[in-house]
């Protein structure tokens, strides 16, 4: 018997062949993985590109100078089914930003994520007092987005995520060493960003501010003579005591028109400011009138203002989608100049209006029952926008159109905010109040910008089913598939045996 015949040599030639099969598996396994590894081809399939970063998100990563961090505080088992969405969306983008930036060891981006309720530890040692928030950290910088800000949103529907937008800007934001400075005026009793009184602090509205990379500093212009090269903007929050001299005055209009400055002022009722002049540039009319208002709805059941009237603008655009109400206290009429000169690059709008139930009451230092006369108080007009409302907030903004360019070039930018005490301790709480606040910064020193990123449609499916059809349906699954195996079964059982 030939030796190649024999049980002993098959046996080996099987054994090597055997081995020969696992080498070649694990070599090709192997190869694809370094294949994978080192020269990853990556394909998204989906019709909106749901798993890409934008070619713009995507330059940023690559020539930024230093490491972010993301921390997210949302998780996938909360009970409300909107943050678990959010979840969902985010995560899969932040793993894009966690790939696209390993190619720059120097500035990577990481994500973690926290329950800041099992992990208070950590959550304190970051600053994060409360869930459903991304906060980005970079150095002694940081800065928080919020769930709304996910999220484009009309007549309370989800319309587009928007999450790449808002992440994207926040990692330049915080990446960018030098922070934008924001001076509070000072002199004249205004509130201050480090006060804790409940009437009259500012403090819980700054570590607001600190928590989106402000810098906040105090300015009193009667001593520094002139406003420094470094302000941002600057915030006139509710003088009480005494007007802005003619000094004063000329300084913020040459920092708003010559500078192309960023102010906003909140004026309390009943209080001389001494800036009529430098609102009068900008057509803005500040009236000396309290508000009233004969409807009790629109009032709280502690006497606060309820404001639901808002003209389409980035300031009021997400109380707007969201149907956010402002609560306030005493103030005074805000509105564009209907005198003022048409032209010169100026626009003026309304941000904020009362109900049309309201009036401004001319004669409010007399004890007296407040009403409304015909002829003496201030009502609003049916033919200025918006009809028949007094305004309690208004945006001016100058534009310039440079040698006939098709493109205008933005000035300074100004808010005006009739009450004193919009984003005090007390009221701050109050989301309107706050989300307003931050929106009017964020306008007034452009950071309101949008990134030539789109928003990814939200695709929404739905089944229409009768009862009849849900009923053949839950049969078919629990009959007819068993069914159908069963035959099949049969079908192969006849086939082998014939």
Known sequence: MHPSDSFRTARWIRTINLVLQAVLFLSLFGGLNYLARNHAWRYDLTAHRRHSLSPETKSYLHSLQRPVRIVVTLTESDDNPEVAQAYRDLSGLLREYVYAS?????????????????????ADQLGIDQPNIVLLLCGEQRQRVMLSELYGVKEQQKQDF????????????????????????????????????????LSMLSDELRLRNFELDYLQISTARRIPEDAALIIAAAPQQGRYDAFEQEQLREYLNKREGRLIVLLAPA??????????????????????????????????????????????????????PLRIGPARSVRPDPG?????????????????????????????????????????????????????????????IRNNLPFSVRSGRLVVIGTGDLV????????????????????AIDRDTQLNIPPRPIERFQLALSQQELRNLRFSLIFGL?????????????????
């Open 102 to 122: 390993e190619s720059n060891p120097n500035a990577r981006i990481t994500v973690d994520y926290i329950d800041v309720y099992q992990q208070r530890r950590e």
């Open 162 to 201: 928007r999450g790449e937008q808002a992440i994207t800007a926040a990692i330049l934001n915080v990446s960018n060493p030098s922070r934008k400075k924001i001076y509070f005026l000072t002199g004249h009793g205004e509130l201050r960003p480090d006060d804790v009184d409940p009437l009259r602090g």
């Open 271 to 324: 209080t001389p400011h001494g800036l009529d002049d430098l609102f009068y540039d900008w057509g803005v009319l500040v009236d000396d009138v309290v508000i009233y208002d004969s409807d009790i709805n629109s009032f709280s059941d502690n006497g606060d203002l309820i404001v639901r009237h808002f003209m389409p603008h980035p300031v009021t655009q997400t109380l707007i989608d969201y149907k956010i």
């Open 340 to 400: 003022r000169a048409s032209g010169g690059g100026l626009e003026v709008i309304t941000l904020a209006a009362t109900a049309t139930t309201a009036w401004g009451e001319v004669s409010y230092r007399l004890r007296r029952v407040p009403e409304f006369n015909p002829g003496i108080d201030l009502k609003g007009l049916p033919a200025m926008p918006p009809a028949n409302r007094l305004g309690l907030m208004v945006a001016s903004e100058r534009v310039q």
């Open 424 to 443: 005090a301790n007390h009221r701050i709480a109050s989301p309107g109040n706050l989300n307003l606040f931050l929106n009017a910064v964020n306008w």
């Open 482 to 498: 068993p069914v159908a195996a069963a035959l099949l079964g049969l079908f192969v059982y006849w086939s082998r045996r014939t």
